[in-house]
Each structure stands twice: as structure tokens, then as C-alpha cells.
């Protein structure tokens, strides 16, 4: 069974920072894409970042020049820097993972989201 735990959510003000972890943990073969959506109330889940196996990244549009997007494959983690936020990035993040089994197979993996706040 496979897991990814997020943390690092919380309430900042507009121009502040914060950074998100997540780790995934279980029985895992490979990871592949690893990245950060995210939904506002109303809204659709949105891509915010994605990061592949050899760290290529892409970005939205909207977060471009103000989030990084990192992971670290010994420690199957991936990170969110996010910087100059700003209160239409208030959200809840979830983290997202492409992982190989075992068996050869790969599965999208969802953690549970922590909320980021950002007041004005």
C-alpha cells in the first residue's frame, strides 16, 4: 500500500512564503511525475507543478516565477517553495505521485491536500 503525506500547509500573508512536502512511502518500485495540484472552493483541481524522474518541471502560467517545484528521489519526497504568495493562491494542495509497483504496474497516488491561506 502506498502513501504520500503532506505537510506543510498554513495560513501567511500576501508577499509571505511557504513550503509544502510531501513523502510518499509504502511499496514502491519507481516514482515517476510527482507534482502539486491544487482546488479552490468551486473550483476544479488545477496543476500548479509537476517535476519528472530526471527533474524536469513545468509550471502554470499563474505560479511561474514564484514556486519551485524539487524532489528528492532517495527520499521519495517532493517539494513545493512558494513564494510572493498571494490570496488567489489560497487553496487546498494536494500532492500527486506516478508510481511503479512491484509488479511492473503504475498508479496515480493522491495525499489527503493541507490548506494554504493566504490573506490580504
Known amino acids: 500500500q502506498v502513501q504520500l503525506v503532506e505537510s506543510g500547509g498554513g495560513l501567511v500573508q500576501a508577499g509571505g512564503s511557504l513550503t509544502l512536502s510531501c513523502v510518499a512511502s509504502g511499496t514502491i518500485f519507481d516514482l515517476n511525475d510527482m507534482g502539486w495540484y491544487r482546488q479552490a472552493p468551486g473550483n476544479l483541481r488545477d496543476l500548479v507543478a509537476v517535476?519528472?524522474?530526471?527533474?524536469?518541471?513545468n509550471y502554470d502560467d499563474s505560479v511561474k516565477g514564484r514556486f519551485t517545484i524539487s524532489r528528492d528521489n532517495v527520499m521519495n519526497t517532493v517539494y513545493l517553495q512558494m513564494n510572493s504568495l498571494k490570496p488567489e493562491d489560497t487553496a487546498v494542495y494536494y500532492c500527486y505521485a506516478d508510481i511503479v509497483d512491484h509488479t511492473g504496474q503504475n498508479y496515480d497516488y493522491w495525499g489527503q491536500g493541507t490548506q494554504v491561506t493566504v490573506s490580504s
Open positions: 517535476i519528472s524522474s530526471d527533474s524536469s518541471t
